[in-house]
């Protein structure tokens, strides 16, 4: 398993300047998202009912991406129920392995280098 800022770059490397703009928006605003909601839990009771249904975790939301030479990423935010308790978690898979959010962090630096230093140079 790579590391998370060379999985980043082996990711971006074979991806067109299209689809890098589509996940520089998708992970803004995911980035947004995960900074309001990461130390989050709230208690809840309507979550008594979901004890008769033994599903403990929820999608919120899945992004997917794929690049030229067909590395998958996928982002999947969660919301897992404990008891009364509810809390968010986020998951990072790059070509079906599991990775930190240090993944999204390279990603997010790269894209802004690449995507900004064009603008920059016509200044």
């Known amino acids: ?3 998370a ?3 980043a770059h082996n990711f971006l490397a074979s991806m067109n300047e299209l689809d890098k703009q589509h996940l520089l928006n998708a992970l803004l605003g995911l980035d947004t998202t995960h900074n309001l909601n990461q130390n989050t839990s709230f208690y ?3 979550n008594l009912k979901k004890l008769f249904h033994p599903k403990r975790s929820q999608a919120m939301q899945s992004l997917h991406f794929s690049n030229q030479t067909q590395d998958r990423l996928v982002i999947r935010q969660l919301k897992d129920y404990l008891f009364l308790k509810n809390t968010y978690r986020i998951e990072i898979l790059l070509n079906s392995q599991l990775y930190d959010y240090h993944l999204i962090n390279c990603l997010l630096e790269q894209l802004h280098e690449s995507c900004f230093m064009d603008v920059y140079s016509y200044a």
């Open 44 to 46: 809840s009771c309507r």
């Open 5 to 7: 800022s060379a999985a």
């Open 1 to 3: 398993m790579l590391d």
